[in-house]
């Protein structure tokens, strides 16, 4: 079955940058659009980025530039480089991928705070 474990929370002080890895099992990962989704207490889901099977990438304004998705197809890993964190970032950090409905890691919690 799909299996999605994501890596690399913790906390960091504003301004700093953390690297967040997912591992994908049980898909033909390399055929897949990825995506890193987080959620605040209280609020909803929301996407941060995404990468398709080719390397597209697509980012909401709230992360532009300061976030980089990226994919290693040989590891099955997809990728999330977050730079210049915010208090506002403080969420926890889910690794996606759709195939026959939304498939979810256990997420990784990301704290931003001085």
């Known amino acids: 079955q799909v299996q999605l474990v994501e890596s690399g929370g913790g906390l960091v002080q504003p301004g700093g940058s953390l690297r967040l890895s997912c591992v994908a099992s049980g898909i033909m990962f390399r055929i897949y659009a990825m995506g890193w989704y987080r959620q605040a207490p209280g609020k909803q889901r929301e996407l941060v980025a995404a990468?398709?099977?080719?390397?597209?990438?697509n980012y909401p304004d709230s992360v532009k530039g300061r976030f980089t998705i990226s994919r290693d197809n040989a590891k099955n890993t997809v990728y999330l480089q977050m730079n210049s964190l915010k208090p506002e970032d403080t969420a926890v950090y889910y690794c996606?991928?759709?195939?026959?409905?939304?498939?979810w890691g256990q997420g990784t919690q990301v704290t931003v705070s001085s």
């Open positions: 990468i398709s099977s080719g390397g597209s990438t």
């Open positions: 996606n991928v759709k195939l026959l409905g939304d498939h």
